[in-house]
């Protein structure tokens, strides 16, 4: 398995992840944009001490946001796909735990096959959050 130069996030690499989700909404045509990348990378930067933020490459090139406390991922977004880093980062944070869960927009059939093939399953239609006009679906995964 490749690592991908796999590391924990620092502060300095906020802006270019708030990059990576802002790239990822405008061509996502489903999605709705209403955050700059520079808004997206404070999002981050307030949850920063709370989540663990694992990030593929100098710069980086993609990035797992996951609180702990919860056992939730909040986020996975790679500026490539197809090339296995989401995957690294998925086992990466799979190490030494039983589950995960996490919410995933139901228009995006591409993460729901991955994270199938990763061994999540759906359990739940979440709907919509206040701020997040797409719908989302719960998944799951144990060990």
């Keep these: 398995m ?7 996030a620092t502060r ?4 270019a992840l ?3 989700v802002f ?3 405008q061509r ?8 700059t990348a520079e808004e997206i990378a404070s999002f981050l930067n307030d949850a920063f001490e709370e989540r663990v933020i694992l990030v593929a490459g100098t710069p ?5 946001a ?3 406390e919860r056992q939730r991922i909040g986020g996975l977004y790679c500026n ?4 296995g880093i989401g995957k690294a980062l998925i086992d990466r944070i799979k190490e030494g735990r039983d589950f995960l869960w996490l919410n995933t927009h139901e228009p995006n059939h591409a993460a729901q096959k991955f994270y199938k093939r990763e061994g999540f399953v759906e359990v739940s239609n979440e709907g919509a959050e206040p701020s997040n006009i797409v719908p989302e679906l719960r998944m799951e995964w144990r060990r």
């Design 28 to 35: 996502t045509k489903w999605m709705h944009s209403s955050h």
């Design 60 to 64: 980086a090139q993609a990035y797992l």
């Design 23 to 25: 790239a990822w909404e």
């Design 12 to 15: 300095d690499d906020l802006p």
């Design 66 to 68: 996951f609180d702990p």
């Design 18 to 20: 708030g990059e990576i």
């Design 80 to 83: 490539i796909s197809g090339k």
């Design 2 to 8: 490749r690592d991908f130069g796999i590391r924990n």
